[in-house]
């Protein structure tokens, strides 16, 4: 009984290392949001504007390469200022290939938070919900069955976060290819369309304004992006209808 008390065995130290990652996560975020909200700003990005466009001008292969890690690392820490380096991505390289490093940066930092919820909580959490009954597992079920469409849909929709989007497939066991396609071509809409924004914050920075990051929420943005949420949905919608119809 003593042995047993003083040795529980390798499954617990195991489980909290799997859960390390997204606990750092967690915390890295926590710390972020009280101490970088500053640092990570248009105004900031608006005080050092001419010492960045000097430093891309001299490297420009060393600047992308370094924003790009910085870009992974606010995404995967779920750090303040995403949306300001989706701005400074357009500003430094402009709408093309800025979306391109945008978006590319963005799916790799949401593949780094996909693995560390899914290797604490994902796998776990989808054999419980999979060996549930009711409601809970007729949310799995519909899931499953619609993986492309959902994970479509919650990358379309602007008012699903971003770090939402990055969980939620990790906890009902979405696989890693589906996840990466569905990231990357699914935030294309909003990057390109931050993207842009950045690419005219020269003009923006000498009026002394701040750029319109509701721009998406304007009808002709906004509609086309629904459209695409439509479309998405459709074959969730095809589905509903068809097992409607056998019954």
């Not at 402009?94 to 604490?120: H, K, S, Y």
């Not at 989808?126 to 069955?145: L, P, Q, T, W, Y």
């Not at 919650?154 to 008012?159: D, S």
């Not at 701040?210 to 589905?239: D, Q, S």
Request: net charge neutral; charged share 15%; hydrophobic share 55%.
């Amino acid at each position: 009984m003593t042995d047993i008390m003083q040795n529980p065995g390798p499954e617990a130290p195991s489980k909290w290392r799997k859960r390390a990652p997204i606990l750092i996560i967690a915390t890295a975020a926590i710390l972020g949001a009280v101490f970088l909200r500053d640092y990570l700003s248009f105004q900031a990005l608006a005080d050092n504007r001419e010492a960045l466009i000097a430093y891309r001008d001299e490297h420009y292969l060393l600047t992308v390469l370094t924003f790009m890690a910085a870009y992974i690392v606010i995404v995967a820490f779920s750090l303040p200022g995403a949306a300001i380096a989706t701005l400074t991505g357009g500003f430094l390289f402009a709408t093309f290939p800025g979306a391109l490093f945008n978006m590319t940066a963005a799916t790799i930092g949401a593949l780094c938070i996909f693995t560390a919820a899914r290797m604490g909580f994902g796998d776990r959490l989808a054999a419980k919900m999979e060996n549930s009954e009711g409601i809970v597992k007729k949310i799995k079920d519909g899931i499953d069955e619609n993986q492309w469409s959902v994970l479509f849909l919650i990358r379309l929709v602007p008012a699903v976060p971003f770090f939402v989007a990055n969980l939620v497939p990790a906890l009902v066991d979405v696989p890693y290819r589906r996840f990466i396609i569905s990231t990357f071509f699914g935030i294309i809409p909003g990057s390109v369309v931050y993207t842009s924004v950045g690419a005219g914050l020269g003009e923006v920075f000498a009026r002394g304004e701040t750029p319109n990051l509701g721009i998406i929420f304007e009808p002709h943005i906004l509609l086309p992006i629904l459209g695409l949420c439509a479309l998405a949905a459709l074959p969730i919608v095809l589905k509903a209808v068809r097992g409607k119809e056998g019954l």
